[in-house]
Nanobody
């Protein structure tokens, strides 16, 4: 059975940094299209960043230059490095991995940016 394990969420002050990680074992991880989403209460889930198997990335405008999505195929792990965090980045963050009809979600991890 495939398990998706997220880690790295925390309370951080504005201007600080965090790195989220998402490990998905027992899949052909290197072939998957990877994404990070975030969601705040009462709002729809928002796509934040994507990463193809060929290492192409996309970001929403509000995080460009601050967030970096990456992957370590040998560790079956994807990351979201978040720098210069602001209160607007406060949300539950979800990792997602897709390949064909296969689609895996993380359980969500809370990131709170507050002084």
């Amino acid at each position: 059975q495939v398990q998706v394990v997220e880690s790295g969420g925390d309370l951080v002050q504005p201007g600080g940094s965090l790195r989220l990680a998402c490990t998905i074992e027992k899949i052909n991880f290197s072939q998957y299209f990877l994404s990070w989403y975030r969601q705040t209460p009462g709002e729809s889930r928002e796509l934040v960043a994507t990463l193809t198997s060929g290492a192409d990335t996309t970001y929403i405008d509000s995080v460009k230059g601050r967030f970096t999505i990456s992957r370590d195929n040998a560790k079956y792990t994807m990351y979201l490095q978040m720098n210069r965090l602001t209160s607007d980045d406060t949300a539950a963050y979800y990792c997602n991995a897709k390949w064909g009809i296969l689609n895996f979600w993380g359980q969500g991890i809370q990131v709170t940016v507050s002084s």
